[in-house]
Structures are given as structure tokens and as C-alpha cells.
């Protein structure tokens, strides 16, 4: 049993989100992270990865033991702090896999074949007065993923009905059936299409630079579901800029919701509002893992899914 109003929840959800939380919690709502914490002891805060938790929060509530994040990401957390204070911290993986995997297959699709931008053409009836420009297959490319993860693993056996070569990089090679390289520019090198699928961290924080760029190439595409501090987008707007690189699919932007401009005039682009894990079915599969941590959490049971820090 969790306590009525012993969890604090942070930042907005979306109303599929909240409804779930509704059933079977009652809350304490704090929108704004970086507001005055709300008098009550609470033992845990419930919150999102889109909502940054800085560790003043945390010091004005000591009483906090425990953080349910609804996300598979955890670069929303002061994770150094929870730490250091024993505060412990979970997150939803493997429940948004199908949603998140099934999105970046949409974006690498509808960048190679132009799908956003023909049906444009059939809107505008430009289609009336020439043909729909001539776009590129997927079968027979190399794809490369960066993060050979839960994410990656799953995107890698969507993938192989494409008929494409898969190769991979990641801090260890694994028992899989795909090449492995030890690093993002020699992947970069060796594909068509890089896919990025790894966690936030400070190891993969502008992994790709204008040098993977151009290893990439210009015939090479950059799908990003993963964050976008993983890119370094000045080199990345550079590099569209000047088709150093053929085209990119973005979900995720290094500052979200308001992404750098330059992105939004390009035409070798296709841009989404960070909606991977965004279907209804998934959205509420995501809050009751998070929920049900909190119980374990509560009846002094171990975490289901614990971020191990
Ligand atoms: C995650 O789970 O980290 C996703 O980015 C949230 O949609």
C-alpha cells in the first residue's frame, strides 16, 4: 500500500498518464521542478523523463528515499546526488521497446523514400504537373546502431526483413550475429544509415561530431531516437547544410521543446516531436511499471526495474 499523498509528482503529464496514476495513487503535484517544494513528508517523487530534477529539490525534501521516473532514460536525475544520499531510482525499460522501435523504423522510412514531403507533392496537386522526385531504397544498405542495448537489440531483428547488413558499436561486443566495431567512426565508416540507440551519458555525449560526420559520408543517413546530447548539432546543421551527409531523422533535440532553428528550414530532414514512447498503449504500460516500483519501494521490497547508479 502506498500512503495517500507520500508521493510527490513532478512536472506534467499527459492526461493517458495521469488518469493511470489516478487510479491507483493520490499525489502531490509539483509542475515546476525548480519551484518551492511542497510542505508534507514525502517519501518518494514520481516524474518524467522529459522533466529535469535538479538536486535542490532533493536537499529541500530530505525526507525523499526513493525516485519512479517513467522513462527508460535517466539523464532527467541527479544521479551523482541520489547517490551520494542513498536515494534510490528507477525507470520503465523493455515496456516502450515495441513503440520506440516501431517509431524509428517509421523515420528511417519516411527519410529514404521522402514520405512526408510526397504527400506534400499529392496536397499541393504539384503531382498534376511533374512526377514525385526518384528516392533510395533500404534493402541492401548498411545500418549501422549505436547502443546495442534493449532498444538496439530489438531494432536490430526488426530490421533484418529489410534485407540490409547490420553492424554495431557499444562499449562491449555481445553474442549477436552483426559485425562489431569498437568504435562510432570506424561504424560510421563502414554504413549507409546510422542509428543512434544508446543512453545519455558522459561517454556519449557528443558522440557524433563533425569527424563521424564525415566518416558517415554523403550518402549516409543519422537516425537520433535516442537524446540529443549524443549529437552535436552545430556539427550536424553543418553537415545537412552542406550535404556532407545525405539526410537525418530526428525525434530528440539537445533543447526540446524549442529545437535549434536551423533544423526547421532544411529539406534533408524529418523531424518529430520527441515521440517515440508516445502511443497510448505504451504511455500507460510506462506509468504502472513506474507505479508499481513505487509499491515495491513502499513494502520494503526489492525495486523491478532499479537504475543501477
Ligand atoms: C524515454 O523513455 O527515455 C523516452 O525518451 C521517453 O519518451
Known sequence: MIPVNSVLQVGQF??????????????????DPHGKAPDGSFAAILTRSNT????????AMP??????????????LPLDYLKDNGIK???????LNDAVCELAIGMLLGLLRRIPEAQDFVKSTAWSKSPFTITSTLAGKRVGIAGMGRIGQDLAKRLEPF???????????KELPYEYFSNIKSLAQACDILLLA????????????????????????????ARGSV?????????LQQKNIAGAALDVFENEPNPNFGFLNLDNVLLTPHIGSATSETRQLMT???IDNLEAFYNQKPLLTEVKN
Do not use: H, W
Request: hydrophobic content about 40%.
Open 14 to 31: 499527459p492526461e493517458i498518464m495521469q488518469l493511470e496514476i489516478d487510479k491507483r495513487l493520490s499525489t502531490i503535484k509539483l509542475l
Open 52 to 59: 529535469q530534477l535538479p538536486k535542490e529539490l532533493f536537499e
Open 63 to 76: 525526507s525523499v528515499r526513493m525516485v519512479a521516473t517513467c522513462g527508460v532514460g535517466y539523464d532527467n
Open 89 to 95: 531510482a528507477s525507470n520503465t525499460p523493455g515496456v
Open 163 to 173: 534485407k540490409v547488413k547490420l553492424a554495431y558499436t557499444g562499449p562491449s561486443r
Open 198 to 225: 544508446c543512453p545519455a551519458n558522459a561517454e556519449t555525449e557528443k558522440m557524433i561530431n563533425a569527424e563521424v560526420l564525415d566518416a558517415l559520408g554523403p550518402k549516409g543517413y543519422l537516425i537520433n531516437i
Open 231 to 239: 549529437v552535436d548539432e552545430e556539427a550536424l546543421l553543418v553537415a
Open 288 to 290: 504502472n511499471l513506474a
